[in-house]
């Protein structure tokens, strides 16, 4: 369970009110950061359907008596901490009610095509005008101009559009070779990511001048952002990265290795390391061979190297390599499954997994947020909300609406 005390202990943005109209996962990722430090987050939601993730199973979460409830296990992991309102924005008057609430909240975050929430009256310009100060993040695949801004933008595609299939996967002239996603949707996780950055910045310049701002995130920016070293080699360079499988473009030995018994990653940051990782393999000799004296020499003299390496390692188990490099300082370890994660000694130590209590579960699992803050703990109190569970509470507390008006409201479809 989430630990109690932190219940008890102010949060960072325990003063900011989010409302959220974007789905699925780059800018549900971003509201869930800043929910999980205390943000009061609206998470508005099509009556009826909500958010695209809530099909996305199974799995799915699963009550007591281990049957499946109508929770999957994908929306579960980016909407905790919020609260659920059902609004159909196609309708003025729901509009009018999105208007409202952005008058009483610090950021509005979408993740609509570029120029769609304008029809709506929602878009920037139209909600600056009632509210000067607003914090207002757009999430798109391809920003707000250029020519594919109306292009609909998604984590797949922009994986191999922003180049990170092209260095991701096996080299081509290898089994198995050829490009390559990433297990999860990295490119959505770290658009997410950034727009968090963005709107704490954008709040804390609003702090100190008043002014609020219009923040331009892209899928595409972000993952040409995120090639890191590789946009960098390239830029300096002229070459294009390939794909070099589970080996490192600049860095020799830093890949993985068979063992006796499975296989190991060994990522030798410094010549230091590597010599006592051949040292340890009783072949002090690879470290003594000039052609390998400096990480230069290795990257360039890879071909020769490495499967030296490789018939040094396979010839003891797993865990006997992971010991002897251990004790000396070379960073070493296992390939584990996501199962194996989560029964590791320091996930559960540092305890990742987390229970909540929830509505239509009981409980359900998640992974906390790894923010750890000594005044102001992250932790979200609420579970990933029902449809539509915070619809009533949200129009009586914030906008006044009367049980009388919101069943009128109900009636007609708005909610």
Known sequence: M???TEKTMPKALGHIRVLDLSRVLAGPWCSQNLADLGADVIKIERPGAGDDTRAWGPPYARDAEGRDTSEAAYYLAANRGKRSVTIDIASPEGQELVRELARHSDVVLENFKVGHLKRYGLDYDSLRA????LVYCSVTGFGQDGPYAHRPGYDFLIQGMGGLMSITGERDDLPGGGPQKAGVAITDLMTGMYATIAVMAALTHRDRTGEGQHIDMALLDVQVAMLANMGSNY???????KRMGNAHQNIVPYQTFACADGHIIVATGNDGQYQKFVDVGGRPDLGADPRFATNPLRVEHRAVLVPLLAAMVKTRTRARWIDELEAVGVPCGPINDIADVFDNPQVKARGLAIEMAHPGAG???????????SATPTGAE????LLGQHT????????GQSAQRIAALRAKGIL
């Open 2 to 4: 989430a630990d109690s």
């Open 235 to 241: 830029l300096n360079s002229g070459k294009a990265p």
């Open 382 to 385: 609420r579970a990933p909300p």
């Open 130 to 133: 009632i509210k000067p100060d």
């Open 392 to 399: 009533d509470e949200v129009l009586r507390e914030l906008l």
């Open 363 to 373: 409980k359900v699992k998640l992974v906390r947020s790894p923010m750890r803050m």
